[in-house]
């Protein structure tokens, strides 16, 4: 009696297919992108270049964070949920006289000679103890980002009748519809007349 041999298996398919699920795996994989604080660090400085221009301290808004997470805004204690609007204020201030070069026509601030000239000259200095938070860091950050893009979606509803924040996000995401270019010069348009000047100093440690 003879003996029947084994079947033969025709592997090139499996070639092929293991090749198919690749692809779908490539296609369909999604890549958890690392998220952070967006900031443009300043360019470096050369040895012989000249020294920056002195602020005025009413255009600085100094922001203390203790190992605690307490804030301490312009030597006062304050609430993390009011730090928004006093910087709102600062920001928006618009202290300087009119007619000065300095004067902000679309501030609505208190325009308290005491306080920031106009939003070009305001600057906020954040300064954090090496003990502070992480958590209390970020709702720092936020807190004072969420400052700049009220007045950026006031001031983009005043000119354009839309919100800048939402508008950018959309341009980011790739799901705006209409002419992005013309759109982009309208964001840069808010940014001079609201520009973000958030300025982090050295954490320290109390008593340093």
Known sequence: ????GAPEVNAGS????AFLLLIFFLAT?????????ARQLPP???EDAPEPPKLKQKNIFVVLVNKDDQLL???????????RQAAIDFIDNGGAPAGSPEYCSHCKGRKD??????PDKAVISVQNDRLTSYKMYIAVQNELVAAYNFLRDRESQR????????????????????????TEEKLKNIQKLVPLKLSEAEPKKQGE
């Open 1 to 4: 009696m003879s003996r029947r």
């Open 159 to 182: 000119l354009y009748g839309w919100n800048f924040t939402e508008v950018k996000r959309q341009i980011d995401e790739g799901k705006f519809n209409g002419d992005i270019e013309a």
């Open 29 to 37: 994989t999604t890549i958890e992108k690392d998220k952070g604080i």
């Open 113 to 118: 000679p005491a306080s920031s000239d106009n």
């Open 14 to 17: 499996m070639a092929d297919i």
């Open 73 to 83: 805004v312009e030597e006062k204690p304050m609430d993390l949920g009011d730090l």
């Open 44 to 46: 470096k400085q050369e």
